[in-house]
């Protein structure tokens, strides 16, 4: 029988820790925005106490994501793609605290990108471990940088990075788009607008962005909306070039947050797919049958 | 004979003036990084008093750029494309200051783009303007908002906005992309493999930007070289776009310093267009030749 154990997912921006009992279910968890770029001097161990500090120390730590990469806490060699669940536990790598916990840590993969030639990423792929059940082809893991991932026969055969989070945060933060707008309640119409501008021409995004601040300017579109055309804009620039090479019969699902994620299924939807949206769960559910397969629950 | 005056360039980021004699040559300058979006509370003459105070209050002033703009000293109403000297010409607004000065403010143009309905520019009509004479069909201004403009029987046809400068600067400053990167030097060879890049796959341009950080991970481009990189991915993909309904016989000049310039040159030759390098003074060129139309000169 699995053991409980305690499931952390520590990215480049946000802390999240669950505690897991052995029938898989979620008995405590905590959350926080102290990513790995928050921890000062490496001191990785007194936030994990700080956070799971009542949390019984005998417990398996279950670890993924960017606390893995060279600026987290224990730098684990990227697997190469394909690989599945047997790979991952097989690259385990067990840290013990200074208090005595194990921390198991799941690795990143690497996919040699014909485009781009060396392609990665932390966390997505026990996400996707966690959502094959599910009998998608392709998996899409909205964020900072946003991930399209193929799985084939149970394991991810390749994916494509996308800056599209990160570049929305640019222009709405710090470029002469975001002074126009007035908020970012959602608007799912202009969203829609943003996206079909992006299909029609997916390679005329730096002309495209433009048009955020000209419709503004011509009051063609409102300030309230404005965010959700830029947004519509770009995600429609991914989900275009992402998806061009795609039979219209890949089954797509999207792993992330409801508001976020609902954006991509609406994107793909108008592409002309099928997609669902994941469990918010998926990355808990991954590590557990990573650890699993693993022996160290 | 054409008068004396005073050439005024004010952009969003910087103001540069000169005193221009009757037969053209300029008797002395100014420049300061104190741009439109400088000026506090309106206090556009006691800036512009401060800089050229000391020359002759009689002259008149010929002034063209964002000081035409909503955020400007005086807004002017964009005109129409198409639009050469004489609809400039005719469209000037006079403004007197409390000192006594006359200002003549050209205005910007408007273009009914297929692409982005609006698209407007302020400045760059009266750097092509100043430009004609070297016969070129196709003019690019490189900056925050890089235009490309498309000249007819010597009128400004139509154009597109791009916005490569301003996006360059949000990956350098502002992303995880600028944090591997050490200086800015200009590395020909690396700029050269980002437009390639972006050349073969324009649509991939939220993609391809995450190569910039990955191959700097892998040590593929070292760190002196990686801003070339990512100024070749986002110049070659304006340069993609822009030029793609364009038959190889267009002529293009490129009016911009001659650092930035000189990228746009290379880019444009690897998409095999003839191309030169403009006049850095033709905004004053221009101003002349539609001042002398409008008869204040």
């Not at 966390?123 to 998996?139: C, Y």
């Not at 899409?140 to 026969?153: D, L, Q």
């Not at 800056?163 to 829609?192: C, Q, V, W």
């Not at 992330?256 to 769960?281: E, I, Q």
């Amino acid at each position: 029988m699995t053991k409980p154990f305690i499931a952390l997912d520590w990215g480049t921006t946000s802390f999240r820790a669950y505690r897991v009992s052995a029938q898989g279910e979620i008995t405590d968890q905590t959350a926080a925005p102290e990513g790995i770029m928050a921890v000062m001097d490496g001191k990785f161990e007194d936030v994990l106490e700080h956070h799971i500090g009542a949390w019984d120390k005998t417990l398996p730590i279950i670890a993924s994501g960017m606390v893995t990469s060279r600026q987290g806490w224990v730098e684990c060699p990227y697997l190469d793609c394909p690989a599945g669940a047997d790979e991952l536990a097989k690259a385990i790598t067990l840290h013990t605290t200074t208090s005595g916990r194990k921390v198991h840590f799941i690795t990143g993969l690497h996919h040699n990108s014909t485009s781009i030639t060396h392609d990665v990423l932390r966390g997505e792929e026990t996400q996707v471990i966690g959502s094959l059940k599910n009998g998608a082809t392709h998996f899409v893991t909205p964020g900072t940088h946003s991930k399209i991932i193929a799985v084939e026969n149970s394991r991810i055969a390749s994916f494509a990075t996308y800056m599209t989070g990160e570049t929305f945060g640019l222009y709405r933060n710090h470029s002469i788009l975001g002074r126009l707008m007035a908020g970012d309640a959602p608007d799912e119409a202009t969203f829609k607008q943003g996206v079909e501008k992006a299909f029609a021409d997916p390679a005329g995004i730096l002309h495209l962005l433009f048009s955020t601040r000209t419709l503004g300017l011509f009051n063609a579109i409102k300030p309230e909306s404005l965010s959700s055309y830029l947004s519509g804009l770009l995600i429609g620039q991914e989900v275009a070039h992402a998806t061009k090479h795609h039979s219209k019969t890949a089954n797509y699902q999207v792993l992330g947050s409801a508001a976020v994620g609902a954006n991509y299924v609406a994107a793909l939807k108008m592409a002309g797919f099928n997609v669902t949206l994941g469990d918010p769960l998926c990355g808990v559910y991954g590590q557990r049958i990573i650890a699993e397969k693993a022996g160290v629950i």
